[in-house]
């Protein structure tokens, strides 16, 4: 009987969980290049924990002919993180992306050059600490010790030369802490300019509206958090008072007061992330209330707009949360 190397299980075959590795779903895009980069650190700390024990158990075989699959892992998971900033971050267009990847190849020093200022300006809209100086080392060093990522690929080039040029002992303790260093700096990094809205227009007709109606609804924000306050004190509070208050809006004010609380909303749970600079931080404000008017269908002068779901937002969802999200979007107005 013939022996099968890769054994797959189709759509609507069982498989027994502890058995498999489940992958294909992830796509092209950021989740894919995620998941790799993952992957490959993954890998490495298992190959580490295994040096770690053949140094310890004087089990030189493994010791040095280990560090070939570790250092490889690791170059290899440096570019990914190189590449899944530039799709994340950079990229324009698809064709954009093709392009970069045909020109940079496997060379960290050209990638890092397309990344960098990129990072740089988002990090600054955050005014972050983080120093990317630390991180050209890093690239800077890898590139230098591995320029095309076929040193601990192979013993030879395609040419037939030596890669590895003289014998080398390497310290691969000191390797691990630093690479622990580089994936928490870039970490980091994607966590402080995440799902900022740099690359989110600002249709300036649309801006003059939102603070048009602003202005006619800044009046009553106060009015709107005094009677939630209310309501936070009253277990039997009056809803049919609420309903008449509010039908006393104007249409246009309804959807703004809903398009203040679900934007307020997403700055507060991180979903879109406002700069730090002041006068960078309304007109982020302005773009996610925008993203808003298309994601919750709230457009002003529609008559067709869903009122009844700003009502139940607003008026029948937990108080303390409204207030505290109607807050911020008058703060944040109010600049």
Sequence with gaps: MERKMFKFYEKGLSAHQKRISYFGWEGIGILGFYNYIEGYIQAADVIYKQFKIAAETGNIAVQDTIGFPLCFNYRQSIELYLKYYYLKYV???KDDFDLYIKEVGHNLKDSWKRVRPTLEKLLQRQESPIDLAIIDNYINEWSDFDYGSF???????IKGQPLHKKSVRLDIINLKENMDIFYSLMKEVDITIDNQMV?????QTIKEK???????IYPIISRVITLLEEKKGNNKSNEQYYI????????????MLGLLYLSANDVLTGRCKLSKIEYNKKDDFYKVIISNMYEARLHFD???ADLKYVFEKVFCSNPDLVIERLNIAEKIMNL
């Design 91 to 93: 990229q324009i267009s």
């Design 151 to 157: 040193k601990m690929r192979y013993p030879i080039s």
């Design 199 to 203: 690359n989110f227009p600002l249709d």
């Design 210 to 216: 939102i603070q048009s109606v602003y202005k006619s």
């Design 244 to 255: 008449e208050f509010y039908s006393n809006l104007e249409n246009n004010q309804k959807i």
């Design 302 to 304: 529609d008559e067709e």
